[in-house]
């Protein structure tokens, strides 16, 4: 006689309706990817409880909450994306050092209003006055609302578009650096370009005009750019596209780099 085996019972799924019905607010919580506010849960509802406040206030608070973390983690995320270095703020900037800066035009570009019209922000000065912390602290800014921003150094930018060219991805690393709602170009200035060099720059200023926010940190005043590009018509016409629709912020000073020095060395 052939052996029979019993068949083994397999327990049907339990209903998506059922296992509804045994979840706990906790668990919905998490089913929906609201971790942050499934761990106040508990403490927010006695609290709600002791106060006899209403539901709708608990849920309230619970989605506040919820939502505050997510912005604070994209936030995060962002800056870590955004290359910026080094992270600065405004309250940490001295507005007293420099011999001359507009204030109001600095706080109007904190506003992030140009980001919004697709403008620009140029910080032109001597070194070390800090036209790079108040770039990178606007860039900061623009993280933590939300913006997509991107951080370089003017040759590091021109070498990432020179090697691109030479691999044949030229067009794909100026839509890399077209795409951001920021970029900040730092140091433009400090070193030339060839002319090969001057056309790639020239690209990308004219991806993003009108299109996206650029500001550009450089200690050469706009007359002098010929110089920095080799290329009068190159210069001009980057100049054009950036104090179009503009904020211009001449800051005057020393190097305050050089006062630290000085006074590292009479210690």
Same mark, same amino acid.
């Given at each position: 006689?052939?052996?029979?085996?019993?068949?083994?019972?397999?327990?049907?799924?339990?209903?998506?309706?059922?296992?509804?019905?045994?979840?706990?607010?906790?668990?919905?919580?998490?089913?929906?990817?609201?971790?942050?506010?499934? &761990?106040?849960?508990?403490?927010?509802?006695?609290?709600?409880?002791?106060?006899?406040?209403?539901?709708? &206030?608990?849920?309230?608070?619970?989605?506040?909450?919820?939502?505050?973390?997510?912005?604070?983690?994209?936030?995060?995320?962002?800056?870590?994306?955004?290359?910026?270095?080094?992270?600065?703020?405004?309250?940490?900037?001295?507005?007293?050092?420099?011999?001359?800066?507009?204030?109001?035009?600095?706080?109007?570009?904190?506003?992030?209003?140009?980001?919004?019209?697709?403008?620009?922000?140029?910080?032109?000065?001597?070194?070390?006055?800090?036209?790079?912390?108040?770039?990178?602290?606007?860039?900061?800014?623009?993280?933590?609302?939300?913006?997509?921003?991107?951080?370089?150094?003017?040759?590091?930018?021109?070498?990432?578009?020179?090697?691109?060219?030479?691999?044949?991805?030229?067009?794909?690393?100026?839509?890399?650096?077209?795409?951001?709602?920021?970029?900040?170009?730092?140091?433009?200035?400090?070193?030339?370009?060839?002319?090969?060099?001057?056309?790639?720059?020239?690209?990308?200023?004219?991806?993003?005009?009108?299109?996206?926010?650029?500001?550009?940190?450089?200690?050469?005043?706009?007359?002098?750019?010929?110089?920095?590009?080799?290329?009068?018509?190159?210069?001009?016409?980057?100049?054009?596209?950036?104090?179009?629709?503009?904020?211009?912020?001449?800051?005057?000073?020393?190097?305050?780099?050089?006062?630290?020095?000085?006074?590292?060395?009479?210690?």
């Amino acid at each position: 006689m052939p052996f029979s085996k019993t068949p083994t019972m397999i327990p049907s799924p339990i209903p998506a309706h059922d296992l509804l019905q045994t979840m706990s607010l906790g668990d919905v919580l998490k089913g929906l990817g609201l971790d942050h506010a499934a &761990s106040l849960l508990d403490v927010a509802a006695q609290k709600a409880i002791t106060r006899s406040d209403s539901p709708t &206030s608990l849920l309230d608070h619970l989605m506040r909450e919820q939502i505050r973390v997510q912005a604070e983690r994209r936030a995060q995320t962002a800056l870590k994306r955004s290359g910026i270095f080094p992270l600065t703020t405004l309250e940490a900037f001295d507005f007293d050092y420099p011999k001359s800066i507009d204030r109001d035009l600095v706080l109007r570009a904190a506003s992030l209003d140009f980001i919004q019209e697709k403008g620009n922000c140029v910080f032109l000065g001597p070194s070390g006055v800090g036209k790079t912390h108040l770039a990178n602290a606007i860039g900061q800014l623009a993280c933590l609302r939300g913006y997509r921003v991107r951080f370089v150094v003017a040759a590091d930018l021109v070498n990432d578009l020179v090697a691109g060219q030479a691999r044949n991805m030229l067009h794909r690393r100026i839509a890399t650096w077209a795409s951001p709602h920021l970029l900040i170009l730092d140091e433009l200035g400090y070193l030339s370009f060839d002319a090969r060099g001057a056309d790639l720059l020239y690209q990308v200023f004219s991806r993003r005009y009108q299109r996206a926010a650029t500001i550009v940190t450089t200690n050469l005043p706009f007359k002098d750019w010929g110089t920095l590009f080799h290329n009068a018509s190159s210069a001009s016409a980057i100049a054009e596209r950036l104090v179009h629709k503009g904020i211009l912020i001449r800051i005057v000073g020393k190097s305050r780099r050089s006062d630290r020095d000085l006074e590292a060395d009479a210690e």
